[in-house]
């Protein structure tokens, strides 16, 4: 026994004592590892309660992981962008998502100035004053989306939501000859990459561990290759045509760039179609909810029998957009992470050394009493009513107005932050609040036939380390059914 003691002891990775305290795993090397792939995200949130520290340590296969769970930290961290790296992250990363060749990936590796240029050419046409254009084709979509729904229809809202936004947003941004317009059962393949893409990018035999997800990616890499053989750029949005020029500038084949361009469909897709779905649960389990956000929407943002103004439901409907982050924070909590390219002190007491990994955990703020208030486990539809940030709620769950009472801008990783922050959140919430408008505006989401009640609040796969928001472990089957009145009503989704 003393030996094994001994042993352990001698194989933990050396920690400097101005580093943030160590949590040790009681297995040397391989013990952080089999706790996160035995429980995923609950893992880390189970051993951060061993440490009162904002960041601690998790030492790991020689190597060492800092753990960020204070938002005063995390904005410290975020601003720390020169020594504590995002980008060569996401360089990394991003051709290991989509099974780029060894070529692309050192050219990527190795171009810095590729990133730079990656984000002059996204984030400017996806700013809230440039992206009218795309606005208003999208919400054209949704509104034909919602148009076309029937009386009555049965269906597994999940599938149903996700599917219909991820076809609207592919045709949206790529125009009417995208691959998942061509052959609709992409959207199903997209969806088998999405749901396995953690097991896919770590590349241990992803045709054994990670075969669905594989063949799902090679799929929809087909599919992109054909679209560029036909010239379907000349139709996309022009984001999409300036990126391929710059692959096409830097070297990327054809077939390469039809890969890269899974990376930003990962993007586009799975956060803003999984939140719909959250949303529209959030709304319609809870009747008194839904009479109110139906009343505010009624009130401030119907414009004329049948038209809804986004710009309105963003600026005048403050429940609403409440209830949107609300269902982000409990289920898209983001972790950014971040490279420390040389020895970094974090507000003179912390020693982030060169070499490791930081991350700020969006799933431990989230969930962090002392930051949100005792209700934190609970949906609190009116937490973001009064601050873009939240409010600290007290023992009744009760939302204050008071200044002293609002949320530090980094507690909330929605959208993450810093360098991080996500150029798309403006799409987002034009795409998630309005359709979810027109959705209860048209409908009463109510049980399908033959059942009583509606089974909301489906279990949560918690265990599963996520690209974008969790997912649902059991189906939410409604039945669409027009509300009294609208029958008839062609509803317009205005920009």
């Known amino acids: 026994m003393a030996i094994g003691a001994a042993v352990t002891f001698l194989c ?16 040397p090397f391989f013990g952080h590892i089999i706790g996160v792939l035995r429980e995923g995200p609950l893992y880390i949130a189970r051993i951060s309660a061993k440490s009162n520290a904002p960041i601690f340590t998790m030492p790991m296969l020689g190597g060492k992981s800092y753990v960020c769970r204070d938002p005063q930290f995390a904005a410290l961290i975020q601003r720390a962008s020169s020594t504590l790296d995002f980008d060569g992250i996401v360089a990394d990363m991003t051709p290991r998502l989509v099974g780029s060749d060894r070529r692309t990936r050192q050219m990527l590796k190795n171009n810095t100035a590729w990133m730079k240029r990656s984000h002059e050419v996204i984030n400017p046409p996806l700013g809230q004053q440039r992206m009218g254009a795309i606005t208003a084709i999208q919400l054209r979509q949704f509104s034909e989306f919602v148009n076309q729904v029937q009386d009555g229809q049965e269906v597994d809202l999940f599938r149903f939501i996700t599917t219909k936004v991820t076809a609207s947003t592919m045709r949206a941004f790529y125009g009417p000859r995208n691959p998942f317009a061509v052959d609709p059962s ?84 799975p956060n803003a179609s999984t939140i719909a779905f959250w949303i529209l649960n959030n709304i319609c389990s809870r009747p008194e909810l839904l009479a109110e956000i139906r009343e505010e929407i009624e009130k401030n943002a119907i414009i004329a029998p049948g038209t809804i103004s986004f710009p309105k439901l963003r600026d005048a409907c403050p429940l609403l957009n409440s209830v949107y982050k609300e269902t982000m924070r ?66 009744n769950g009760n939302v204050s107005s008071a200044k002293a ?54 279990p949560r796969n918690v265990k599963k380390f996520i690209i974008a928001a969790v997912k649902p472990l059991e189906l939410l089957k409604v039945r669409f059914k027009k509300r009294e009145g609208t029958e008839n009503v062609q509803w317009i989704l205005q920009a």
């Open 330 to 395: 409990t289920t898209a909590p983001m972790t950014s992470a971040r490279l420390v390219r040389e020895d970094t002190v974090i507000a003179d007491t912390y020693l982030l050394r060169k070499g490791a990994f930081v991350q700020i955990a969006g799933s431990l703020l989230h969930e962090d009493a002392s930051i949100w208030g005792p209700d934190v486990s609970s949906f609190n539809p009116r937490r973001f009513q009064h601050f873009s940030n939240g409010s600290k709620t007290d023992i």
């Open 186 to 269: 992409l959207i199903g393949a997209f969806w088998d990459w999405e749901s396995d893409i953690v097991a896919y990018m770590t590349g241990i035999l992803p045709s054994i561990f990670a075969q669905k997800a594989r063949n799902g990616l090679e799929r929809c890499v087909e599919g992109f290759d054909k679209y560029a053989k036909v010239d379907g750029y000349k139709d996309a949005y022009y984001l999409l045509q300036n990126r391929k020029a710059l692959h096409e500038e830097i070297g990327i084949s054809r077939h390469e760039h039809a890969r890269l361009e899974l990376g930003i469909c990962l993007a586009f897709n």
């Open 405 to 458: 009472d609002q949320i530090h801008a980094s507690a909330f990783r929605g959208f993450g932050g810093g360098a991080s922050l996500c150029p798309g959140r403006h799409i987002a919430q034009m795409e998630i609040i309005s359709l979810t408008a027109a959705i209860v505006s048209a409908f009463d989401l109510v049980a399908p036939e033959g059942k009583h009640v509606v089974a909301w609040d489906p």
């Open 12 to 27: 933990r990775t050396k920690i400097d004592p101005r580093e943030p305290p160590p949590i040790h795993s009681t297995i």
